[in-house]
């Protein structure tokens, strides 16, 4: 009972979670009126726009608003482990993403269905990354709000992402051989949230990029698959184990 109301709460910790629910689904319409889906991809639009922004907004303060409010004094009251509140809350968040996602995906067939409007190509492969690229996501937005004060770990990783696209778009022209070179490109493109090799998921390419799994001749969607759940483990480990380690104390005291 107690881990289905954390994950609930995920839902009810403000309006404005409804409100970007419905504003996202409504730049997905916009979006398919107003460009042509064939020139821009509307595919990559939802995989950015869910995939990379909707976590940002849906975990803001996820739990930096209960700390800075003393609240959490309240919800890590003993005998319950502290790192369940931070599993069931990413489990909530990871919901709300698959319902997002199953919902934007039906409305868009059914848009194409009556005017023709937009490309069901790869449509499921574009939703499933969009779900696996919110999780880690939210699981590094998550594990921030433990550190960041209130809300910030949003404002925090939207700097994040532009820095992490111009760093990734430099390194793409950059055909050095020096150590730091591959060191940095080693780093963004598996520890960093894999926007690559889901793009590639998503078009069908599985490439190379698929770490240790791909070399055990397993599929390469497969061993992108498990890569992004060993991501989203990982920095989910972290926000569990600060969490666990933390000392809360209410205003009062």
């Not at 890590?76 to 482990?81: D, E, G, N, R, S």
């Not at 968040?93 to 934007?104: F, K, M, R, Y």
């Not at 939207?158 to 990734?168: C, D, N, Y």
């Not at 090799?197 to 799994?213: H, N, P, Q, R």
């Amino acid at each position: 009972m107690r881990a289905l109301e954390l994950m609930k709460e995920t839902w009810s910790r403000g309006i404005y979670i409804w409100i970007a629910h419905v504003s996202w689904f409504a730049i997905y319409v916009i979006f398919l009126i107003v460009f042509d889906p064939r020139d821009w991809g509307f595919q990559s639009f939802l995989f950015m726009w869910a995939g990379c922004l909707l976590p940002l907004v849906l975990s803001a303060g996820i739990f930096g608003n209960d700390i800075s409010s003393g609240r959490i004094c309240v919800l890590m009251t003993k005998p319950f482990w502290p790192g369940g509140l931070y599993i069931y809350r990413l489990l909530g968040l990871s919901i709300q993403s698959a319902l997002h996602l199953i919902v934007a995906g039906c409305g868009l067939m059914m848009i194409h269905s009556l005017t023709g409007l937009g490309n069901l190509d790869n449509l499921g492969l574009w939703l499933f990354s969009s779900w696996l690229l919110f999780n880690t996501w939210a699981a590094v937005s998550s594990s921030l709000s433990i550190v960041i004060s209130r809300a910030y770990n949003c404002l925090f990783l939207f700097i994040a992402i532009i820095t992490i696209s111009i760093l990734v778009n430099i390194l793409s022209y950059d055909h050095s051989d020096d150590f730091i070179t591959k060191a940095m490109k080693v780093l963004t493109k598996y520890a960093c949230p894999p926007f690559g090799i889901l793009t590639k998921l998503s078009k069908g390419e599985y490439g190379a990029d698929s770490l240790v799994v791909g070399k055990y001749q397993l599929m390469k969607g497969v061993a992108c698959t498990v890569h992004c759940f060993m991501l989203t483990l990982f920095y989910s480990t972290i926000g569990v184990l600060v969490l666990s380690k933390r000392q809360f104390f209410s205003r009062s005291s």
